[in-house]
């Protein structure tokens, strides 16, 4: 009875072939985004040596490490590149003569896949930037208010005093009516 209950909570842990938890999907989702994120940095302060990432890593001392690791992979991505433009006509060519008509409809496929991909791509690009000017568009007088917010309980508390309470005032009641007006046109 123990085991049948073992082997049937295993079975619902588990898909036959696939982990139970994304590790590859999680991880390679951690590493692209934390790339970004650096890249962003960079963007802003001009450059990685001024960038927050290139200061954190001074203060730890791992700055002129990660700038030797940073130019191994730019030297073999270029000697990746000169490969493929030596090697990649070579093989081009030898693929054409082999395959024949064959080469020229995988070649046509592959261009109109490309053709698919960008536009695709420029579609995915018009839809962030709708999205981002909504959002922006949506938060602009958010600001404003919300500084109208503290205002008026900065001086509300000025105008209270300070003195012993002894419940809610109309002071303290009307600071509330304003800031939940205030706060329900945020919405």
Known sequence: LASQGCTSLAGKMSTPGMPWFPWKTLSFLLLISTAAIINLDCQKHGNFSKSST??????????????????????RSKEGRQWVDTNVPVYAEHARRVGGPYYEVAQTKAGEA???????YGKLELAVKAG????????????????????????????????PSRGPSPCSRELWTLSMETLTGLQ
């Open 54 to 75: 290139g200061q954190f890593l001074r203060d730890i001392g791992q700055y002129d490490r990660v700038l030797t690791g940073y130019q191994v992979v730019v030297d």
């Open 114 to 120: 490309w053709a698919l991909m960008v536009l695709g």
């Open 132 to 163: 981002w000017l909504r959002l922006r568009g949506g938060c602009l007088g958010h600001r404003s208010r919300l500084i109208g917010l503290g205002r008026l309980w900065s001086r509300g508390a000025r105008s209270c005093g300070s003195g």
